[in-house]
C-alpha cells in the first residue's frame, strides 16, 4: 500500500463556504438528488462523500414535488434521528428543517398567488 491518495476538496465539502444561489441552487433535476441520496443510503460511502452529499443537498433549493418525488426527506430524516456520528445528526436536522421552512413558504407564495388570480376581476368598461 502506498501513501493515502488525497483529493480536492470541492467548495461544498468545505465547512464554511457561503453558497450563492446560482444556477445549480436552482437547477436540481430529479437524477442529481437520487444520486445523493443512493450515496447517503449506501452502507460502504466513506463519512467524506456522506458528508459532501448532505452539504450538496443543503444547498439545493427543492420544491415540494421534488422532495415528494425523490422522497429524500425521508432519507435525510432517518439520518437526523438514527445516525450514529452527533454531527451529521445535527447536519441532516437543519438540512429538514430547511426544506420545511422552504416549503411552508412555497405553498403561501402558491395560496397568495391563488388569492390574487381568483380575486382579480375584469376592469369595467
Not at 438528488?33 to 460511502?45: F, S, V, Y
Not at 436536522?93 to 398567488?113: A, H, L, P, S, T
Amino acid at each position: 500500500m502506498g501513501p493515502p491518495v488525497k483529493r480536492q476538496a470541492t467548495l461544498h465539502q468545505l465547512g464554511k463556504v457561503q453558497t450563492s444561489r446560482s444556477s445549480s441552487y436552482y437547477n436540481v433535476s430529479l437524477e442529481d438528488i437520487a444520486r445523493h441520496k443512493k450515496t447517503l443510503e449506501d452502507k460502504a460511502t466513506t463519512k467524506g462523500d456522506f458528508v459532501a452529499s448532505l452539504r450538496q443537498l443543503s444547498s439545493m433549493l427543492l420544491t415540494k414535488d421534488l422532495l415528494e418525488q425523490s422522497m429524500i426527506g425521508l432519507c435525510v430524516n432517518r439520518i437526523a434521528k438514527k445516525h450514529p456520528d452527533g454531527d451529521m445528526r445535527v447536519l441532516a436536522r437543519n438540512i429538514v428543517e430547511k426544506w420545511r421552512k422552504e416549503v411552508r413558504e412555497q405553498v403561501k407564495r402558491d395560496e397568495k398567488r391563488q388569492r390574487t388570480v381568483a380575486g382579480w376581476r375584469k376592469p369595467n368598461r
